[in-house]
Each structure stands twice: as structure tokens, then as C-alpha cells.
């Protein structure tokens, strides 16, 4: 049997929305003190809160890393490495990677440990209240550090110590640092985000510094225990071929060592250095208040929507 839509079922169905919608405008009109008081209140809120947020300032400096780094230079041992290994003298490493090794011991646990005991910044990183523009001085919060006394005065729950560990500096380091490198032009991009933009910006500076004299020294060391090895096989050697081979190789390590003592910027060149910013990074407090009023706006729609509910 064929059934027959009713023609006026549309109609009355139309009709149903609107009875619907009108029945919501007037829910949410009724309500409008909840909504309007609701959205004023987060709106109040966000921006106090805003404004309570620290001015947080980032420095960054633009590296290259150089041409020994990436291994054209006089470190790349090239030809005689092959030799080298017939030879039976275990290398240093190839520097071809030695500028994406510099980036990983710059966010290992051991470098930063050491920079932050190295260079004294664990008040600078843990106990900033906060910094005057004008004298561009750093207050430091009483609770936390004494800065007259040196002293640190902070109670604190297992497993933190009142002292700040290395393991606590190294994760506190870790949350402002942000190193990046440019897959298509290497260059490497190194930042620090802090209260302070001097103290940012001399951050940047001491990495770049730190990082390069680190690698000197790595290897620096590892050229000198080559040399001590090949200087040994040397005298043991009876081929003449085989002496050639100890001699070049003991060249290209003397020569390693002789760069590596002359180039102050031995991994990474400084092509854009870090300055003192004068505009903030975050917090973007007009965001922050933006979202805190949808927020409350949303909320007070809800409230009024389930007020009506239990209610009906």
C-alpha cells in the first residue's frame, strides 16, 4: 500500500524550529544579568591576570656552523682515512658532524649542568621576583634567595632541596633554551627566554662561547691521544709506505690542534649576534583576555541553560 507524505508536515515542522529558536532567545534573554555578570567577571579576572604575568623577553643569535664543522676543512681527514684504518689507527671523529653534535651536547645534561655551575646563574634562573626596566636591575624574591647574604631561603618538598641541584637547574635551563637549525641553509638559530633581556641576551653570548670551547677542547684532546698513538706505531713501523702514512696522518692531527688553538669560533660563527630586545616575547595579554571573556561568555550560557533544565 503506497504511502502519502501529508503536504503540511514540512510546514509544521518549520514551525517547530522557529518555536524552538524563539523559545531558546527567550531562555537566554531571561537570563541575560547570569551571562552578562558571568562574562564580565572572566572578562575582570583574564585581565588582572594578564597583567600579574611577568614581561618575558627572548634573545636569539643566528650561527653557521664552520667549514671544518660540516668537514671541508683541514679536520676532515679524506683521502687517509682509508689508509688511516689499514693502518690500524683508530681516528678522531669526523667533524662532518661535529655542528649537530655541538647542538646535542648543548641540550645534554652534562653541558648545561656545567654551564650553570660554570657560570653562577642558578639566582638569575630560579629566584627572579622581577626586573626594573629602568635600572635594569633584578629583584630577587626574599622567600627564595637572599641576595645580600647569598643565601638561599627557600622551603621546598622532597625531592627538591633547598639548594637548587644540578638536575633542577638543567630542567629549569631546558625550559627557556630553544635551539634550531635550517634544514635547507644550516643555519642555527639559538635562543634564551628570560625575565631580564640583559640577562637573556648574556646567556646567548656565554652558550655560543661555552659550546665552542667545549668542542676545542674534545678535540683538541682527542687529536693529542691520536698523536700519542701514531707517534708509537710510527716507531714501530718497517714499510716505508706505511711510515708515509703514519706522517700524514701525524700532520693532519698537529694541524687540528694548531686551528683549533687560533679559530676563537671553532664550530659555530656568530652571523647575527644576540642583542638586549626591547619588546617582549609573552605574554600576550590581550589574548589572554580575549579568551578569558569567551570564556565567561560560554560559561554563563551554560549556567543559564542548566538552570532552565532543572527547572523544566
Known amino acids: ?79 687517509l682515512g682509508g689508509l688511516a684504518s689499514l693502518a690500524g689507527v683508530n681516528l678522531p671523529r669526523g667533524q662532518v658532524d661535529n ?3 655541538a647542538q646535542e651536547i648543548m641540550r645534554s645534561r652534562a653541558f648545561l649542568a656545567d654551564f650553570a655551575e660554570r657560570r653562577q646563574i642558578a639566582p638569575d634562573l630560579i629566584a627572579v621576583e622581577k626586573w626594573d626596566p629602568r635600572t635594569g636591575e633584578i629583584s630577587y624574591d626574599p622567600e627564595i634567595y637572599n641576595a645580600q647574604t647569598q643565601t638561599w631561603m627557600r622551603e ?20 627557556i633554551l630553544r635551539i634550531s637549525q635550517d634544514t635547507a641553509t644550516g643555519i642555527v638559530s639559538l635562543s634564551i627566554e628570560h625575565q631580564s633581556p640583559i640577562v637573556a641576551k648574556n646567556w646567548v ?13 674534545r678535540d683538541i684532546e682527542e687529536a693529542e691521544r ?20 703514519y706522517a700524514s696522518l701525524l700532520e693532519q692531527q ?3 690542534i694548531m686551528l683549533a688553538n687560533v679559530r676563537p669560533e671553532y664550530v659555530f660563527r656568530v652571523l647575527d649576534p644576540a642583542v638586549i630586545p626591547e619588546q617582549r616575547a609573552k605574554p600576550s595579554r590581550a589574548l589572554i583576555a580575549i579568551i578569558g571573556t569567551f570564556l565567561g561568555g560560554f560559561l554563563g550560557l551554560v549556567i543559564v541553560l542548566a538552570i532552565n533544565i532543572f527547572r523544566s
Open 1 to 79: 500500500m503506497t504511502q502519502h507524505q501529508n503536504p503540511d508536515q514540512p510546514t509544521r515542522q518549520l514551525a517547530d524550529d522557529e518555536i524552538d529558536l524563539r523559545e531558546l532567545f527567550r531562555i537566554l534573554w531571561n537570563g541575560k544579568w547570569i551571562i552578562i555578570v558571568v562574562t564580565f567577571v572572566f572578562a575582570v579576572g583574564s585581565v588582572l591576570y594578564a597583567l600579574s604575568l611577568p614581561n618575558i623577553y627572548q634573545a636569539e643569535a643566528k650561527l653557521a656552523p664552520t667549514k671544518e664543522s660540516q668537514g671541508n676543512g683541514i679536520g676532515s681527514l679524506g683521502q
Open 99 to 101: 655542528a649537530r653534535m
Open 156 to 175: 621546598v618538598r622532597h625531592p627538591k632541596q633547598t639548594i637548587p641541584t644540578a638536575w633542577e637547574l638543567v630542567e629549569e635551563l631546558r625550559e
Open 205 to 217: 653570548d656565554w652558550l655560543i662561547e661555552d659550546i665552542n670551547n667545549e668542542m676545542r677542547r
Open 226 to 245: 691520536s698523536i700519542q698513538y701514531i707517534e708509537n706505531e710510527f716507531e714501530k713501523a718497517r714499510l716505508a709506505n706505511t711510515q708515509q702514512v
Open 254 to 256: 698537529t694541524q687540528t
